[in-house]
């Protein structure tokens, strides 16, 4: 397994901020139902989300980093040498064995004693000759969650029910982010070794709404309105994420320009945008067709350069 530094291409110096944009480019790019035509996208956002899942875990980073576990988050022996070599370098004569013994057992959840049989996380026992198996925790669990742009708004706790009839209550975080990945603690594979289960990654992504459209936080939406409203001005409803609202429209309202509704916007932080379009009667109007005939001889005007 590759390093988790290389997979997610950060320096070991990165923050955790770093890390976790890194990851989530990567599971954007690599996301199977984004690459169906591509085999190896797949394993490529396993190992994205394995590299994750390892260095934003402040323990198995720093154990990591000191060398104690692989990429995998699995114990590392490391060589040994019971004449007072370690890893080929020569150590000086007059240490204890046991606690050499000690510093050998260290990667593997703690110093042992010299005495009796080993017990703990796991490891091999140099006097019984018995290896015990260090509990691993189970694999995560990758699903990816649509929610509406009203869930988002709100930060609701949206259910969603895994293939094996399993359903999860996903709490949206304040202010979430489309590609965002919400960790449930514990959720995810049971452990086959004793270990803690693994945890579910929730990938969020946002559904297309029938009115709004997204332009960061700012919301848009296109409202119809008749002719006299337009030249007359009137009351039109808009809708908005927090329930529809009346807004006055001025006599000859300009709607080339969008009428800008602040605070209404995504998550209260981005604005609502009205674009308004004039809709003439479905079926034609003989005493409409005379106004306007009217109109244009009498008062014609231009619009366009």
Not at 63 to 79: H, L, T, Y
Request: a positive charge; hydrophobic letters at 35%.
């Amino acid at each position: 397994m590759r390093d988790p530094y290389q997979v997610l291409g950060v320096a070991k110096s990165a923050s955790d901020q770093e890390i976790k944009s890194a990851y989530r480019k990567l599971a954007k790019a690599f996301h199977p139902d984004q690459n169906k035509d591509d085999p190896t996208a797949q394993a490529k956002f396993a190992e994205a989300t394995n590299a994750y899942d390892l260095l934003s875990d402040a323990q198995k980073r720093q154990a990591f980093d000191r060398g104690e576990i692989d990429a995998a988050g699995q114990p590392k022996m490391g060589g040994f040498d019971f004449s007072g070599m370690r890893g080929g370098g020569a150590r000086t004569a007059g240490i204890n064995p046991e606690d050499i013994l000690k510093e050998f057992m260290g990667g593997f959840g703690g110093a042992r004693t010299a005495r009796g049989p080993q017990t703990g996380a796991g490891g091999w026992d140099p006097f019984t000759g018995a290896t015990q198996r260090a509990p691993v925790k189970g694999k995560d669990f990758e699903a990816p969650i649509m929610v509406t742009l009203e869930e988002v708004h709100r930060a609701a706790t949206v259910p969603l029910r895994l293939t094996n009839g399993k359903v999860l209550s996903v709490k949206l975080p304040k202010d979430v982010q489309e590609g965002q990945v919400v960790r449930l603690r514990g959720q995810g594979q049971p452990s086959t070794m004793g270990g803690e289960p693994g945890d579910a990654l929730i990938e969020v992504r946002f559904k297309r709404h029938k009115h709004f459209r997204r332009d960061g936080k700012d919301l848009r939406v296109e409202v119809p309105i008749t002719l006299d409203e337009a030249v007359l001005g009137g009351r039109v409803r808009v809708p908005t994420l927090d329930g529809p609202v009346d807004i006055n429209l001025k006599p000859g309202v300009d709607t080339s320009k969008a009428m800008r509704l602040k605070d209404k916007g995504l998550q209260g932080s981005g604005d609502l945008l009205v674009g308004l379009r004039i809709v003439l009667p479905k079926e034609e109007d003989e005493g409409l067709s005379s106004l306007m005939r009217f109109w244009r001889e009498q008062k014609p005007y231009s619009v366009r350069d």
